[in-house]
């Protein structure tokens, strides 16, 4: 492989940084998912004074 096909400063080349970055979007994704059902749950069955 030449050193051209590296992006600076990973050392990753451009196919395995965009691997790499398909796989954070996919679990920040889910994260994001389960953290707005879980406050949308919190949010429904926390009792309320009145």
Do not use: Q
């Not at 400063?9 to 059902?37: K, M, Q």
């Amino acid at each position: 492989m030449s050193e051209n096909s590296k992006v600076w400063p990973t050392g990753l080349t451009v196919g395995e940084a965009e691997e790499l970055h398909r796989y954070l979007i996919s679990g920040t994704r889910t994260f994001g998912f389960i953290a707005a059902c879980a406050h949308f749950l919190a949010y429904t069955l926390t009792p309320w004074l009145k």
